[in-house]
C-alpha cells in the first residue's frame, strides 16, 4: 500500500500501487501538475483531519476536485453522480517520488481527443 497526504498533512490517502499514473494535458490538470492514480473508490482510505475539502468543479461537472482548506493541495478527484460511474484519482504528487520512480506515466489528451497519446 502507498500513502499520499497533501502538504499540511490534514488529508491522508492510502491506497494499492497503480500499474499506471495518468498525465492529463486538459486544463485543469495541466495547472495542477497532477499525476493520477485511477481506482475504484473502495480501494483508496481516505482519512480528513480537519476542515474537510473544499471542492471545485469545472464545465460539465462530472468531476469534483478536492483541496486541502488547510495547505490548498489537489490531493484527488471523485466523479460525480452526473459521470454515470464511480471513480477516485489520486493526485500522485503527493506521494514519496521514491516509491513511485518505476510506475509508467501515460500521457491522455483531455484537451482534445480523449485518448491515450503514448499507445
Known sequence: M?????????IQLTMPKP???????????????????????????????????????HGDEYIHFHRCR?????THYTLTEKAGREKTAVNFRMVDPVTTQDIKIRRFDGADTWTFIDE
Open 70 to 74: 488547510k495547505c490548498g493541495c489537489t
Open 19 to 57: 500499474e499506471s499514473l495518468t498525465s492529463c494535458n486538459c486544463s485543469i490538470c495541466q495547472r495542477l501538475a497532477a499525476l493520477w492514480g485511477n481506482y475504484p473508490p473502495q480501494d483508496v482510505s481516505l482519512n480528513i483531519d480537519q476542515g474537510g475539502t473544499e471542492i471545485y468543479s
Open 2 to 10: 502507498l500513502n499520499a497526504s497533501c502538504h499540511c498533512g490534514n
